[in-house]
T-cell receptor, first 114, second 111 residues
Framework: NAGVTQTPKFQVLKTGQSMTLQCAQDMNHNSMYWYRQDPGMGLRLIYYSASEGTTDKGEVPNGYNVSRLNKREFSLRLESAAPSQTSVYFC?????????????FGEGSRLTVL | SQELEQSPQSLIVQEGKNLTINCTSSKTLYGLYWYKQKYGEGLIFLMMLQKGGEEKSHEKITAKLDEKKQQSSLHITASQPSHAGIYLCGADKAGTYKYIFGTGTRLKVLA
């Protein structure tokens, strides 16, 4: 049972380049999330998807787009990367019932923008 | 600023000492969650609190939610090096799936 899988684990980009972070879960969860973690800032919510077919902005959505491709997959896209987007990105999923409950996290994707 | 504030930001304790981490919200919480993160890894769920005054324990870790559901504390008894890491509180907003986290507390336990 893989849980939540994120790819890639590491990526270096130049300013202005684009890339997509992929996330897949195999737990039949309804909701999925993207967070970024910067030193001293805890986790900040970028976007979330309460269920297949829906997406909503979180606390820091600017500069990002998301796609809930199907129930399993939730991708995060940076259209024009900026150095301020250097961070560790975590995908999470939860919820087979009526509320989020416990989140299950991927191992993280470390992104550096030069 | 984040809606969930944690204190202290960092903590260094001698092995065997007790410690407390606090999580405060400006709004009434629907569900309050505690997670632990080992350095460089993903988060691991510890406990969930939903009712005012609720208290839960797991091994040497106890978490409480106050009656007003705006403040939670995480207490570790007789700390061990294995307790080292980053502790984060999280909360979901009633009626939505918006799930946010606090600023985190970095714990170091000296052997």
């Amino acid at each position: 049972n893989a849980g939540v899988t994120q790819t890639p684990k590491f990526q270096v980009l130049k300013t202005g380049q684009s890339m997509t972070l992929q996330c897949a879960q195999d737990m039949n969860h309804n909701s999925m999330y993207w967070y970024r973690q910067d030193p001293g800032m805890g986790l900040r919510l970028i976007y979330y998807s309460a269920s297949e077919g829906t997406t909503d902005k979180g606390e820091v959505p600017n500069g990002y787009n998301v796609s809930r491709l199907n129930k399993r997959e939730f991708s995060l896209r940076l259209e024009s990367a900026a150095p301020s987007q250097t961070s560790v990105y975590f995908c999470a999923s939860s919820g087979t019932g009526g509320y989020p409950g416990e989140l299950f996290f991927g191992e993280g994707s470390r992104l550096t923008v030069l | 600023s984040q809606e969930l504030e944690q204190s202290p930001q960092s903590l260094i304790v001698q092995e065997g000492k007790n410690l407390t981490i606090n999580c405060t919200s400006s709004k009434t919480l629907y569900g309050l969650y505690w997670y632990k993160q080992k350095y460089g890894e993903g988060l691991i769920f510890l406990m969930m609190l939903q009712k005012g005054g609720e208290e839960k324990s797991h091994e040497k870790i106890t978490a409480k939610l106050d009656e007003k559901k705006q403040q939670s504390s995480l207490h570790i008894t007789a700390s061990q090096p294995s307790h080292a890491g980053i502790y984060l509180c999280g909360a979901d907003k009633a009626g939505t799936y918006k799930y946010i986290f606090g600023t985190g507390t970095r714990l170091k336990v000296l052997a």
